[in-house]
């Protein structure tokens, strides 16, 4: 029996989706974030030197890569209710 991997492909979502952090990412590290009722490995799609997002933070997810979701940082104008402060 042979095995062949596969690469994955980057998609991207015709909308973005909202997230809910659940283990902190940052921009050299893999965390996790809660979306579409499950958790998720998540990274940022654009490494930023300073960026990182905390548990209980919300963010955008504009794609996934394989299981990695690809995310943002949201804005308050990006969460379709009000944020808890």
């Known amino acids: 029996m042979s095995l062949r991997l596969i690469p994955h492909e980057t998609q991207f979502f015709q909308q973005p989706i909202i997230g809910q ?22 990274r940022f799609y654009i490494k930023n030197e300073t960026q990182s997002v ?19 940082p949201a804005s308050q104008d990006d969460v379709p209710f009000p944020l808890a402060s």
């Open 54 to 72: 905390f548990p209980d933070q919300w963010v955008k997810i504009i794609g996934i890569h394989g299981i990695t979701l690809l995310i943002e």
């Open 21 to 42: 952090v659940e283990k902190v990412v940052t921009t050299n590290s893999i965390g996790r974030v809660k979306a579409m009722g499950s958790y998720w490995p998540a």
